[in-house]
């Protein structure tokens, strides 16, 4: 069984920073690129980026370029999403979510998500 | 950016009835090498986390009850639900994989007529 577990969420300033955690276990970490999506309050969900399986490469969404960075552990099976500069319309749920593989190669497609961990920016 | 569109924004459906819905996207989203379209259904119920239901345009998810159909190409793309369950009430999302960013579209709010 798979389980991805945030953390890290909360109550944050405008302009300050926060990093958020994802716990996996139940499948090897090491081979899945991981995925961060948001949800604001009552809206659809946004990618936010992706960390390719041995950490080597990195993509980001528009909104967070420059300000967010994605990092993970292969040898703690975790997750990380550096938020900086945080603004009032980052407020939303942050889902990590597992990248999906087949037999013969790995796509951005999500295909195991998490419960999320509520990030609210607000002075 | 790939922009993805879905219509309608929202939809009622009698139990039992078909429910359709579309997705467009801003570009070509065909492999054409390898013959895959690149995108994928998600369903989100309430106070859930998203759940994939179906990717290259028409391969369900495991597990996936065969109600659920997604089909088109290149740009064009739907999800069906062949006899609507009340089950099936949820927000539903396309997403492209073909490139980066990765995004979704809007979503479409299925509800009970």
């Known amino acids: 069984q798979v389980y991805l577990v945030e953390s890290g969420g909360g109550v944050v300033q405008p302009g300050r920073s926060l990093r958020l955690a994802c716990a996996a276990s139940g499948f090897t970490f090491s081979s899945y690129g991981m995925h961060w999506v948001r949800q604001a309050p009552g809206k659809g969900l946004e990618w936010v980026g992706v960390?390719?399986?041995?950490?080597?490469?990195?993509y980001y969404g528009d909104a967070v370029k420059g300000r967010f960075t994605i990092s993970r552990d292969n040898s703690k099976n975790t997750l990380h999403l550096q938020m900086n500069s945080l603004r009032v319309e980052d407020t939303a749920v942050y889902y990590c979510a597992r990248g999906f593989c087949d037999s013969i190669n790995c796509h951005n497609l999500l295909d195991q998500w998490g419960q999320g961990t509520l990030v609210t920016v607000s002075s | 950016d790939i922009v993805m569109t879905q219509s309608p924004d929202s939809l009622a459906v009698s139990l039992g009835e078909r429910a359709t819905i579309n997705c467009k996207s801003s570009?070509?989203?065909?492999?054409?090498?390898?013959?895959?379209?690149?995108i994928a259904w998600y369903q989100q119920k309430p106070g859930q986390s998203p759940k994939l239901l179906i990717y290259w345009a028409s391969t369900r998810e495991s597990g996936v009850p065969d109600r659920f159909s997604g089909s088109g190409s290149g740009t064009d793309f739907t999800l069906t639900i062949s006899s609507l369950q009340a089950a099936d009430v949820a927000v539903y999302y396309c997403?492209?994989?073909?490139?980066?960013?990765?995004?979704f579209g809007q979503g479409t709010k299925l509800e009970i007529k």
């Open positions: 960390i390719w399986y041995d950490g080597s490469n990195k």
């Open positions: 997403q492209q994989y073909y490139s980066s960013p990765y995004t």
């Open positions: 570009q070509n989203i065909l492999y054409s090498s390898i013959n895959k379209n690149y």
